[in-house]
């Protein structure tokens, strides 16, 4: 007897779905920087400054690498038990 064909996909492609999403989520939002520049007159003495980063701050850099460190661990433990469980 056959086994009927399942329409679910695998559990790979979950997985493998989630770990896209998580280095989309990096991308779009390390990858936007922010900047501001503070111009002096010429005659003041002082000089112009400029600085730039990531759009959610530093703090949030972090916080958002951070996570998407432990979560994209997680989803390659899924993947390989997934994988593993054939």
């Not at 003495?45 to 997680?74: K, R, T």
């Amino acid at each position: 007897m056959t086994n009927p064909v399942s329409r679910r996909s695998p559990a790979k492609w979950r997985w493998i779905g989630a770990i896209a999403f998580v280095v989309l989520v990096n991308l779009l939002s390390l990858g936007t920087q922010s900047g501001q520049c503070i111009d002096y007159a010429a005659g003041s003495g002082a000089e112009s400054i400029c600085s730039s980063g990531p759009a959610i701050g530093i703090a949030g850099a972090w916080a958002v690498g951070i996570l998407s460190l432990f979560a994209v661990a997680y989803f390659i433990y899924k993947l390989g038990r997934s994988l593993h469980a054939r």
